[in-house]
Nanobody
């Protein structure tokens, strides 16, 4: 069964950067839509970014546009979320999720569109 493993979280000062990774040991993430979601204490989980099955389509939460970048490396079988200019409100547990929608070139940040989820990685933004 596909298992997703997130890594790269940690403690960073406001304005700093982190790169999260989403890997699937033993499985290929090619032709797979990947979504990044986050959940802060006391808040509902929200979609942050996604990349489509073809890699051509990407979406971002409005509050992270221009600061976060999602990308995939088929050779490393990993999807990344590069997070720059981090703010305290970005602090949360970040999850990656995999899905196989019929549409190849678009993705949506809707939880029900994803079938497999990782365990999450903590991101703390604090001085």
């Amino acid at each position: 069964q596909l298992q997703l493993v997130e890594s790269g979280g940690g403690l960073v000062q406001p304005g700093g950067s982190l790169r999260l990774s989403c890997a699937a040991p033993g499985f290929t993430l090619a032709n797979t839509a990947i979504g990044w979601f986050r959940q802060a204490p006391g808040k509902e989980r929200e979609g942050v970014s996604c990349i489509s099955r073809s890699g051509a389509g990407k979406n971002y939460l409005d509050s992270v546009k221009g600061r976060f970048t999602i990308s995939g490396d088929n050779a490393k079988n990993t999807v990344y979320l590069q997070m720059n200019s981090l703010k305290p409100e970005d602090a949360a547990v970040y999850y990656c999720a995999a899905g196989w929608p019929a549409v190849q070139d678009m993705c949506v940040m809707i939880e029900t569109e994803y079938d497999n989820w990782g365990q999450g990685t903590q991101v703390t933004v604090s001085s």
